[in-house]
């Protein structure tokens, strides 16, 4: 049986507003009729909420508890992935010298904080992976020398590579074709020629 979506925010402890955002992003669903079943809700609320941000009565606190247990395969395996997710979330903590007392549970605050020092890894992973890509300066810029000196090098002997490959050419034809060549450089060059 449903309640209305005012009921069902008093029931569970939320705002009617959060109820109507909650059906509209599709978190919680709408019986046929247009009313709300509010155990329905509660799970679905718990499920997608971040428990330190919620304010849904849950167990004790609500109106009813779910009667069903979970099947023993279903309950072994998150027993697993929990005892998993602890561990690692204690192993993240310890690297970056954060002491947990043996036998101390595990807060939502430290799964949070274990949470960010991941984010951070990553991020600096990321920054030294960019790094990486770029070049030093002084290298970038004795590289740029060196390519030009053979560029230069290149364009001086045109005149050269000229005269072999076309010998009925005059001395004078070759001096006009190395000054050219010259002063096409020098005008590249700009004002810092040599």
């Given at each position: 049986m449903g309640v209305?979506?005012?009921?069902?925010?008093?029931?569970?402890?939320?705002?009617?507003?959060?109820?109507?955002k909650a059906i509209k992003t599709g978190r919680v669903s709408v019986e046929a009729d247009?009313?709300?079943?509010?155990?329905?809700?509660?799970?679905a609320w718990v499920r997608s909420t971040d428990p330190a941000r919620t304010g849904v009565r849950t167990g004790s606190q609500g109106t009813q508890t779910p009667s069903e247990e979970?099947?023993?395969?279903?309950?072994?395996?998150?027993?697993?992935?929990?005892?998993?997710?602890?561990?690692?979330?204690?192993?993240?903590?310890?690297?970056?010298?954060?002491?947990?007392?043996?036998?101390?549970?595990?807060?939502?605050n430290?799964?949070?904080?274990a949470e960010k020092i991941?984010?951070?890894w990553q991020r600096d992973q990321a920054h030294a992976k960019e790094a990486e890509r770029l070049i030093d300066a002084e290298a970038a810029g004795r590289r740029w020398a060196d390519e030009t000196a053979k560029l230069r090098a290149r364009l001086l002997a045109i005149p050269?590579?000229?005269?072999?490959e076309l010998s009925h050419l005059s001395k004078?034809?070759?001096?006009?074709?190395?000054?050219?060549?010259r002063d096409v450089?020098?005008?590249?060059?700009?004002?810092?020629?040599?």
């Open positions: 209305s979506r005012r009921e069902c925010a008093k029931i569970i402890g939320v705002t009617e507003a959060a109820i109507r247009g009313t709300l079943d509010p155990e329905a809700v509660r799970a979970p099947a023993p395969t279903v309950l072994a395996q998150a027993t697993v992935e929990a005892q998993l997710a602890t561990t690692r979330v204690r192993a993240i903590l310890r690297a970056e010298g954060v002491v947990i007392a043996d036998g101390e549970e595990l807060t939502f430290h799964a949070r904080t991941v984010q951070t050269g590579d000229i005269a072999l004078h034809d070759l001096s006009v074709i190395d000054r050219v060549v450089m020098t005008a590249g060059a700009g004002d810092d020629a040599p």
